[in-house]
């Protein structure tokens, strides 16, 4: 066994706790590499997460070094191409962990009956959940489709589990390289020179996650279940992208956030956040058709309207309401933008402009660090009201208010919106009621590109049609 080559198929796993496969691979062989497909149609509309991953790489590189483990990054077209041609060889042992979304557990399917057909011996570990996705299903075998029972049942089942033995990854005897033409992490990043801005906020590896992690457990979680609702306050841990990305292992979260004492309501609340992750990833892959398409039929008959106009407002942060409008910007600037906020410019776009919620999943896609298809598209299909244990649609966040209760100082705004950052308490939520010279909407700040009442009114009336 010494002898054959460890190759790692690295996916969403930039770790060393944690990574099942990777330290499995140094246990069993002298000579490990770890590769890195990079495929571009994938990354296509991920403009953001192009640096992240760039950088990601980047830094997983150096760590991998000091192991004398070498990362090679292989542009590829197809997955299958590629593994079709590594598998004319048999000097290696291949490893990976699952990423639970359809397309990688179809492609898994392929790849093992390949490798099981060539007599080259694999192994393939649990990815980046609490529990598999197939463990959690009612006591009839049928999926959950609403949220608490699912939690109550995973938690329980999570619980219950004997804990893996504790492995920590090996050095490697000696380096060597594996692939021809592999690439530099730098080849990724996006033409567009936005990502400058997420270097100042962003250090993509895990040591930086695991102190993030740690910082919220001593400094945040005690207030989580109040804090996470402030947008202007850091009340959340801003784990998402190294989650995503796989930089921190869920399971670490868990066992550093129950390590110390007993579970309080802030921690419970914040694993339930997690809970929803889970949710959403068994969500995908039980009903693979919402991906794509809604989640509740009944919304295919939906009368959403095109408006290129209202769309572009929307993006880019000026269609006169201030909170979404610093919603829009923070998440262009940062790369990332808070959970409240991400509820409120969604609501305002599927409801107040009636443009279908895959035009918004679009632009997250595109913008979003910390981007997962799952989390996406069933965050999306909430706020819509056609996904599974949804906002009901007719329940209509009105921005004025939102801002008014979760941005009460209007600090958020001002950050994001600076043009309003003279406006008063009474106003920032709502200039256009400001009666001054120096301030005049249509020149300093966009009239609100539709009426608050109006809109809410039409949009019910759409809901209605369904
Ligand atoms: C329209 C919309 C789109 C979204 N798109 C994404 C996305 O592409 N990727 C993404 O990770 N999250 C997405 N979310 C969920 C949520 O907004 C982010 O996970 C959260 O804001 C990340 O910030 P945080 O790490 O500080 O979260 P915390 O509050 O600190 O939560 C910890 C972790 O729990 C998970 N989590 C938190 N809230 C949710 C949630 N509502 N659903 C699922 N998981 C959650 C995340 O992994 C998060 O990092 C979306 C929500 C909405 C309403």
Redesign the pocket.
């Known amino acids: 066994m010494k002898k054959k080559i460890g190759l790692f198929w690295l996916r969403d796993d930039f770790r060393f706790t944690q990574n099942y496969g990777l330290i499995e691979a140094t246990e069993n062989h002298d000579q490990v590499v770890v590769f890195y497909l990079f495929k571009k149609d994938i990354f296509k509309d991920q403009e953001a997460q192009k640096w992240w991953l760039s950088k990601s790489l980047f830094n997983f590189r150096k760590e991998l070094n000091k192991l004398n483990i070498t990362l090679e990054i292989i542009e590829t077209n197809s997955f299958k191409i590629f593994f079709d041609n590594l598998l004319k060889k048999n000097d290696f042992k291949l490893y990976w962990n699952k990423v639970y979304e359809p397309d990688y557990l179809k492609f898994d399917k392929y790849l093992s009956n390949n490798l099981k057909n060539k007599n080259i011996i694999y192994k393939r570990f649990k990815g980046n959940t609490l529990n598999e996705i197939d463990e959690i299903k009612k006591n009839d075998g049928t999926p959950f489709k609403v949220f608490t029972p699912f939690w109550r049942t995973a938690e329980k089942y999570y619980i219950d589990k004997i804990p893996p033995k504790k492995k920590i990854i090996k050095k490697c005897k000696n380096k060597i390289n594996y692939f021809q033409n592999s690439i530099e992490p730098e080849k990724i990043l996006p033409k567009n020179n936005w990502f400058k801005n997420f270097e100042k906020i962003w250090t993509p590896n895990e040591e930086s996650a695991l102190k993030e992690l740690q910082n919220?457990i001593k400094e945040r979680i005690a207030n989580?279940s109040e804090g996470?609702n402030y947008p202007n306050l850091p009340g959340?841990?801003?784990?998402?992208?190294?989650?995503?990305f796989g930089q921190l292992h869920?399971e670490t979260?868990w066992r550093e956030c129950v390590k110390k004492k007993i579970k309080t309501i802030n921690t419970s609340k914040?694993l339930a956040?997690?809970g929803?992750?889970e949710?959403?990833h068994s969500l995908i892959n039980y009903f693979p058709y919402m991906l794509k398409n809604n989640y509740s039929k009944k919304f295919d008959k939906f009368p959403w309207e095109k408006n290129s106009k209202f769309l572009n407002a929307w993006k880019k942060g000026l269609t006169g309401y201030p909170i979404v409008d610093a919603g829009m910007r923070e998440l262009y600037s940062t790369g990332?933008?808070?959970?409240r906020v991400?509820?409120i410019?969604?609501s305002f776009l599927v409801k107040h402009l009636l443009i279908n919620w895959k035009e918004?999943?679009k632009y997250?896609?595109n913008c979003?660090l910390?981007?997962?298809?799952?989390?996406?598209v069933?965050?999306?299909q909430?706020?819509a009201g056609c996904g599974a244990d949804a906002a009901p649609y007719f329940r209509i966040f009105n921005p004025i208010l939102q801002g008014e209760k979760f941005d009460k100082q209007g600090e958020y705004v001002k950050k994001w919106v600076p043009e309003l950052r003279n406006l008063t308490k009474k106003f920032i939520h709502k200039p256009w009621e400001l009666d001054d010279d120096k301030f005049k909407l249509g020149r300093d700040y966009p009239y609100p590109i539709v009426k608050h009442e109006e809109a809410r009114l039409k949009a019910l009336n759409a809901f209605k049609k369904i």
Do not use: C, Q
């Not at 990332?336 to 959970?339: A, I, K, L, Q, V």
């Not at 910390?370 to 996406?376: G, K």
């Open positions: 919220f989580y996470r959340t841990s801003k784990l998402s992208p190294f989650i995503k869920v979260i914040f956040e997690i929803w992750r949710f959403n990332w933008m808070h959970n991400r509820m410019v969604g918004g999943e997250f896609k979003l910390d981007y997962s298809p799952a989390n996406n069933a965050g999306w909430w706020v």
